[in-house]
């Protein structure tokens, strides 16, 4: 049985930091691709960042791309999300995923096939 387990999420003031992170266990971990989402309040899950199995490859939505760094430490089954320049409109809630199927690369939700139960990040003005 695959679990993902986010931790991190806090209130914080506009131009914060915060570090998520996401403990996995149940498969091989260093197999699969894993991705950060969110959702606001209102709103559509949408991908905010995605990682390789190696770690070799990154993409990020526009939004985040010089603000988020994504990492993983395999050795540790888990991944990384580091918010940096927060802004009120990151606020959501964050989820980690874990792809379908081995060595896949995706940002696509729906080929996710394992998510965490979400942390809550919210940014005050």
């Known amino acids: 049985q695959v679990q993902l387990v986010e931790s991190g999420g806090a209130l914080v003031q506009a131009g914060g930091s915060l570090r998520l992170s996401c403990v996995a266990s149940g498969r091989t971990f260093s197999n699969y691709a894993m991705g950060w989402f969110r959702q606001a309040p209102g709103k559509e899950r949408e991908f905010v960042a995605s990682?390789?199995?190696?770690?070799?490859?990154?993409y990020y939505q526009d939004s985040a791309k010089g603000r988020f760094t994504i990492s993983r430490d395999n050795p540790k089954n888990t991944l990384y999300l580091q918010l940096n320049s927060l802004k009120t409109e990151d606020t959501a809630v964050y989820y980690c995923?874990?792809?379908?199927?081995?060595?896949?690369?995706?940002?696509?939700?729906?080929?996710?096939?394992?998510w965490g139960q979400g942390t809550q990040v919210t940014v005050s003005s």
């Open positions: 995923a874990q792809s379908g199927r081995p060595y896949s690369m995706t940002r696509v939700a729906a080929d996710y096939r394992y």
């Open positions: 990682i390789t199995w190696s770690a070799g490859t990154t």
